[in-house]
């Protein structure tokens, strides 16, 4: 089965069991550890790794939908996406954010999902395990 087959099949089933979409963005454990490799931010992921966010994607954004986030929000943040996978620094708290998961998926179009840096290591290690 295809990863986007089984999303497909995850999707469904969720649907039906909960009644309402839920979006699945699957990554193999190989290409988790690439995009841990491929954070443009180690230096915040060493300094402060609760404030540093990855955003997993369910597919990769138009390069005008990327622009339009960058450049349609003003707030601290700083914004780097990298084909299916976003990454994001919250110098002051994700709480506090206006650049919310529901702001992001609007402007780039698709569903994601986002983790803090502590949590994307420990799925690394639960994917390795």
């Known amino acids: 089965t295809s990863p ?4 497909a ?3 469904a089933q969720a649907q039906r069991r909960f009644g309402i979409p839920i979006a699945f963005m699957l990554r193999s454990a190989t290409e988790w550890d690439a995009l841990i490799l491929r954070n443009p ?12 966010v ?4 369910k597919a990769a954004p138009t390069a005008a939908a990327i622009d ?3 450049g349609g929000y003003k707030g601290p943040e700083t914004i780097h996406v990298a084909g299916r ?5 919250y110098p002051e708290g994700i709480g506090r954010s ?12 698709v569903a994601g999902t986002a983790r803090n840096w502590n949590t994307v290591l ?6 390795a395990s």
């Open 4 to 7: 986007a087959a089984l999303e």
């Open 9 to 11: 099949r995850l999707e």
């Open 41 to 52: 931010f180690v230096e915040a992921a060493q300094r402060d790794p609760a404030h540093l």
């Open 54 to 57: 990855l955003m997993t994607l």
């Open 68 to 70: 339009a986030l960058r």
């Open 85 to 89: 996978d976003a990454y994001l620094i």
């Open 98 to 109: 206006k650049l919310t998961n529901a702001l992001i998926e609007r402007k780039l179009g």
């Open 122 to 127: 420990k799925l690394a290690a639960l994917a």
